[in-house]
């Protein structure tokens, strides 16, 4: 097939990675794309956000599918103008994207599926505020309704702070927030393919979105993740599927608004039992770098059969039992103000050790002076371009092996300022994971 790829960061680069090691042959093409996905597919320099120019080049390219990696695209509309001019869209049209896009449109969704989530006041101002912090008590979970690249939430014991987050959010244009009830327990990811009526579950996995080791500091895009799970029960997905994933897309359905893409059910495994914490339209970053890599079955085929509305012609998707940890390298600053444009060297002594590879998100390749010609990657420098860098995978036979992996890989990896966790899937590996008790 030839399928072109929507988006910049080490998610995509992962697809567009899954997509190039499928037994079945295909053409690749990104758009913006990075140096990374450079090496496997053409890249096209066109706006992810402008979706009759992905339209065009799609049509161009005479694209079997276009699959759309980030959210903003997917709340600019950009699938439903690659779906205008007939080409199979993996990814949710605008309006069935809003169960990212707003929290408040989510919650509606929920309830109106009967879907197990924490309990949630949408507020307009500060007095709604106040009442709802009130009621809930600490610790305090104040959400701003909109897009905010995983930084919206605050999760905090302090009724100041989330008071003055509640302000932030306020102050926007059309300011709206959700305040939550806190969730105890650990978190899951799971993905969950949708065509519109059926949905096939991928693996679930864990991410860390907090800055620092032990959770702390503030949330970020991700930090790292591992798969699969050890201390999770086999049931989960099952229990996911029939309770979360397929109640949604159907009243996703029964709106008019089918969701087909993939619906990242984010959950809190509670002591009251599974709570979804959020819903993505998307593919999470980075769990899709822990996911992927243990795929067996045709991923192609199945992105594609998602856009075509025939999921359900396929076989069950085949998993390796391996596991996949991933590390974010992150630029100095993140998740604030970042620094851009320092070296990054080491990447291909990391990929040299046996069972890692380096995904690129935040780099850039800018060219040497005229007469240096000490170049390592296609005749100019790599650099960093953004917060999250690049996420270091590592393969192993069990979760400690893959997870000695990663951390052999970003050993080697030499960007000043950087910095990554050091305890990503270091509890699972020690079995310090556990669901409260009821
Ligand atoms: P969200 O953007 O809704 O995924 O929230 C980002 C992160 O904030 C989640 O991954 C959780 O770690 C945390 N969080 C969100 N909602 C809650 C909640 N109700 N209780 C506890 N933690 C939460
Ligand atoms: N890993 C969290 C997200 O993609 O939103």
């Known amino acids: 097939m030839k399928i072109l790829v929507i988006g910049t960061g080490a998610r995509e680069h992962a697809i567009v990675r899954a997509l190039a090691h499928d037994t079945d042959p295909h053409e690749l093409h990104a758009a913006p794309g990075n140096p990374g996905i450079g090496e496997l597919a053409t890249l096209h320099p066109v706006d992810p956000l402008d979706g009759d120019a992905v339209a065009t080049l799609a049509r161009e390219l005479t694209a079997d599918l276009v699959v759309i990696g980030p959210e903003a695209p997917l709340a600019a509309g950009v699938a439903d103008a690659v779906r205008q001019v007939g080409i199979p869209v993996f990814g949710p049209s605008a309006a069935a994207a809003r169960l990212e896009a707003s929290k408040s449109f989510a919650k509606d969704v929920m309830a109106a599926a009967g879907v197990p989530t924490a309990l949630a006041h949408v507020c307009t101002d500060d007095e709604q505020v106040r009442a709802a912090l009130d009621a809930f008590g600490a610790p305090h979970v104040v959400k701003d309704d909109g897009l905010a690249a995983g930084k919206g939430v605050v999760v905090t014991p302090d009724r ?121 339209a998307r593919f999470g970053d980075p769990e899709t770098q822990v996911v992927l890599p243990r795929l067996l079955s045709p991923f192609g085929r199945l992105l594609h059969a998602a856009a075509t509305g025939r999921l359900a012609d396929l076989p069950p998707l085949r998993w390796s039992e391996d596991a996949a940890v991933t590390v974010v390298v992150a630029s100095e600053g993140y998740p604030g103000t970042v620094r851009s444009g320092d070296e990054i060297m080491g990447i291909a002594d990391a990929e040299a050790i046996d069972g890692v ?47 000695a992996k990663a951390y052999e890989g970003v050993a080697q990896i030499e960007l000043a300022g950087s910095h990554h966790r050091s305890d990503i899937a270091l509890a699972a590996c020690e079995s310090r994971v556990s669901i409260p008790a009821g």
């Open 357 to 403: 590879h380096v995904l690129h998100a935040g780099t850039a390749i800018t060219r040497r002076p005229a007469g240096d010609d000490d170049s390592t990657v296609r005749g100019g420098r790599l650099v960093s371009a953004g917060g999250r860098v690049l996420s270091v995978v590592g393969l192993g036979p069990d979760l400690a092996a893959a997870r």
């Open 160 to 280: 100041e702070a989330a008071l003055a987050h509640a302000r932030e959010c306020l102050a926007k244009q059309d300011g709206c927030l959700v305040v939550e009830e806190f969730l105890d327990g650990p978190e899951v990811s799971l993905f969950c393919i949708a065509d519109g009526a059926d949905v096939v579950p991928l693996v679930p996995a864990q991410d860390f979105k907090r800055v620092g080791d032990g959770d702390s500091g503030p949330n970020t895009g991700g930090m790292g993740a591992y798969s699969p799970l050890p201390w999770c029960p086999e049931a989960l997905v099952e229990e996911v599927l029939e309770r979360v994933a397929r109640p949604t897309v159907a009243e996703m359905a029964r709106r008019g608004t089918p969701f087909v893409g993939v619906l990242y059910v984010g959950l809190a495994l509670t002591s009251r039992g599974v709570r979804v914490v959020e819903f993505n």
